[in-house]
């Protein structure tokens, strides 16, 4: 009894966050004919209007977000396209990573070396990981063994190193910069404020879900690992 509550709290901490982004997202997707443009309206306008310089707007399919590299915010099609709270609160905060950039912001910088080569580490991780037993049997020995295991590991403990250099990137987005411009610029409505602070706060902790999400597969490749 104890250990199946034990496991549903677990559960609940892994997949609340990324079930209460989704439930926000969708619960202020609807349509508002009073805004007054579409999401990739409003970043363009917010673009213009802050004087971003070489920022550009585009339609993407892999997810609403800021490329640093590129200097182009990108924003899914039903996001870019639709004057619900959820498209002007998304396009504002990806405003906000562009304002964090052309300000120089350190820790956006940071970010963006580490993704490429995090992404690498992680793709050799799991290579690693899947080649570590076969190594331990050929060698009979529990140095390789260990040893690739640790570096195989490394991936996921790299990938939770960015998730946590980008929680305070996401939050500064969303509440410094994005929630300020649209209270300021009467973009919405005072009482449409609070669902789009609600909005922000999923917007952020979409992170916070992707974290989760990687501890638990951590957790997978041990226990499979350790069974071995």
């Known amino acids: 009894m104890v250990f199946a509550a034990g496991v549903l709290i677990i ?3 892994i997949f609340g966050p990324s079930l209460w982004v989704k439930f926000v997202m969708r619960r202020y997707s609807s349509e508002k004919p009073e805004m007054q ?26 997810g609403d977000h800021y490329d ?16 619900s709270l959820t498209a002007i609160a998304i396009a504002a905060h990806e405003v906000g990573h562009a304002i964090q950039d052309q300000q120089g912001d350190k820790r956006l910088a940071t970010r963006t070396k580490m993704i490429p080569v995090v992404n690498q580490i992680a793709r050799w991780s799991v290579v ?10 050929i060698t009979r020995h529990p140095m390789p063994f260990s040893l690739l295991l640790f570096l ?6 790299a990938r939770m190193m960015i998730h946590a250099v980008t929680l305070p990137i996401e939050f ?14 009467n973009y919405v ?8 602070s609600r909005i922000l706060s999923a917007a952020a902790l979409t992170y916070v879900s992707a974290a989760l999400a990687d501890i ?13």
């Open 11 to 13: 559960l609940a901490l």
């Open 128 to 137: 690693i990981i899947s080649l570590s037993p076969v190594i331990g049997i």
């Open 37 to 62: 443009g579409t999401g990739g309206e409003l970043a363009k306008h917010l673009i213009e209007r802050l004087s971003l310089k070489d920022v550009k707007v585009e339609v993407t399919e892999l």
């Open 172 to 185: 500064d987005a969303s509440f410094s910069k994005a929630l300020p411009i649209l209270r300021e610029g």
């Open 216 to 228: 638990l597969n951590l957790g997978r490749w041990i226990v499979i690992l350790l069974r071995r």
């Open 152 to 157: 195989g590991l490394s991936g996921f403990i």
């Open 189 to 196: 409505s005072q009482s449409n404020e609070k669902a789009v």
């Open 68 to 83: 640093p590299i590129e200097k182009k915010v990108r924003l899914l099609r039903e996001h870019y396209e639709s004057k």
